[in-house]
């Protein structure tokens, strides 16, 4: 999803049909496979072949000669790979639930492919140019205002993410919507900051096509929780009326 407005997204893409290689339906002694364990083997195949491709073009990014990154490149892409990883994590820690929608399923499946393509890019880069990938003690003081990673907007407490392992059904599918929102809007903070203090034209444009598709699939997430009557779990706000949110909503609409 890095770097690009042009995303494809589970609404636009046709419904996957059998290949018929299977036992016929009712053939004896077979049983299908459940959704739990058909979402997490694709997404191990499609994440060991993001991982590659990030690589890859992490490297070509990298075959530049002098490094052109600056404080705010470097930081971004550090503090936004540790961003990442938590929304990965909640990811997988919904499609491991045997009892959640299949298109809920396939948003989720999206986040983690998308988002580990970035971390691969970011990884990449910064290993290029000789800065260490991970971050230190304190984070975000290319923003400058510098804290303690798990203070990063955005991230859910250990608390929240223990709800979230326990929920199950429509519960889980609620609190997975609310919390990546509000994770999705911390990480758009931290990119329109990258979009502002960066110097890499590349890593500026990844930076601003991750607000875009962030702020895209809050607005899905919101569509997929009002057609399917799930509601806004208590201390959490309408994501929609976040002002970056608007702000998408009004490009979109020509504004």
Known sequence: ??????????????????????????????EPESPRRVGMGRVAVLVAAVAFLAAA??????????????????????????????AVQMSLLLLDKEDVDIELRRYAQEIVVSQRFDQGVFNATLDRFGHPS????????????????????????DEQMAQLRQARGED?????????????IGGMQMAAAAVERGQDRTVVNIARGNQTVQADEVLELSRYRQRNDLPIPDGFDDPVTDSMVQARVEQMRGG
């Open 1 to 30: 999803m890095a770097g690009s407005d042009a995303v494809e997204t589970t609404q636009d893409r046709p419904e996957e049909t059998s290949t018929g290689t299977g036992p016929p339906s009712g053939a004896s002694g077979a």
């Open 172 to 184: 889980a599918a609620a609190l997975w919507i609310a919390l990546m929102s509000e994770h999705h």
């Open 57 to 86: 073009v992490g490297w070509a990014i990298g075959s530049r000669g002098a490094d052109p990154l600056n404080a705010a490149d470097v930081g971004f892409m550090q503090d936004m790979s540790l961003h990442h990883e938590q």
């Open 134 to 157: 991970g971050t230190g003690p304190t984070v975000m003081e290319w923003m400058g205002h510098g804290m303690k990673p798990d203070e990063m907007p955005g991230l859910a407490s």
